[in-house]
């Protein structure tokens, strides 16, 4: 790959992190992220497994080290463990991680393949570990499934990582219990806050819980100790004894995290989103079609300055979501 300058925003940030959507659909519904009944991108619309590496691989050469995988769920994607074969050709060279978040109903099926392409960890949601609160919140969801793929994952030798989305009345008294299993496992886990993105079935304030008031309540139940080593990313981070696993705080309307943002979000339609709160983006799929490589480093340094500098998330009873894109389309 002919190596080109390093992306820098107009805020001086170098962008390092691409996450990268194959898809936009997923096998749950989760009741935050999307509506009972969602319209899907026609495939039609969708870039080619092979132009997603050719954009990817134009990122890698402009200085992106890290890549993450995403959807929706990105195992519902046919050949997707083929990209990541590809894209894992570069690690070593140029790219320093290549990594996916999942919802894991699939991953008893891929984790073998996923650590042959190179990938060494993986992030998997999981809100809860009760079957019925679990069959709620996703509408359909069988926990059992998602078990069965964290299990595989771990016997394949891949590092996992939880991510639990805090809702208040659902999954509020399970948050200790996760952070114990999580230790006893050697897991790290994340919490996130709800975001407000796209219309759902429900108002989001009803399940809105500050993670301010979570942390409170774990620092009384568990030894936390600050853990300054950050990666750029919204999360901040405790080591917690006697595990020595990380908790990490995922808090985009109790505490904003934008200033060290080294990430951008490319959604399998080709639009290039510069943040996950606002509707700036830049068409790489037409750059890559009409123009090839040289059109595409030309549209990578427009996108460089419009980056914002934050996002803007508020939550408020009956108020419109942030941008009314899902998360499942931005790649969460």
Known sequence: MASAP????????????????VTDRCDLRCRYCMAERMTFLPRDRLLSLEEIA????????????????????????????????????????????????????????????LVAAGMRRINVSLDSRDPQTFRHITRHGDVERVLAGIAAA?????????????????????IA???????????????????????IDEDRTDRFLPLTRVFDDLSRRFALTRDARGTGGPARYWRVAPWGIRLGLISPLT????????????????????CLGHDESVDLKAALRGGGVGALDAA????????????????????APAVARHMSVTGG
């Open 154 to 174: 771990r016997a394949a030798g891949l590092a996992i990582k939880i991510n639990m989305v805090a809702l208040k009345g659902l999954n509020e008294h399970e």
């Open 177 to 199: 219990p996760m952070l114990d299993y999580c230790g006893r496992e050697g897991f790290d886990l994340t919490l996130i806050e709800t975001m407000p993105m796209g219309a």
């Open 300 to 319: 990578l340094d427009a996108a460089m300055t419009i980056k914002p500098r934050a996002h803007d998330f508020r939550i408020a009873a009956g108020a």
């Open 255 to 274: 505490a904003n995290f934008c200033d060290g943002c080294n990430r951008v979000r490319l959604t399998t339609e080709g639009m290039l989103y510069l």
């Open 54 to 113: 050719i954009i990817a691989e134009r990122f890698i050469a402009r200085g992106i080290t890290k890549v993450r995988l995403t959807g929706g769920e990105p195992l519902v994607r046919r050949d997707v463990t083929e990209l990541a074969h590809r894209l894992g050709r570069h690690l070593g060279c140029g790219l320093d991680e290549l990594t996916m978040t999942t919802n894991a109903t699939r991953l008893a099926d891929h984790a073998d393949a």
């Open 6 to 21: 390093a992306l820098i925003d107009r805020h001086g940030r170098r962008i390092s992190y691409l996450r990268l959507s």
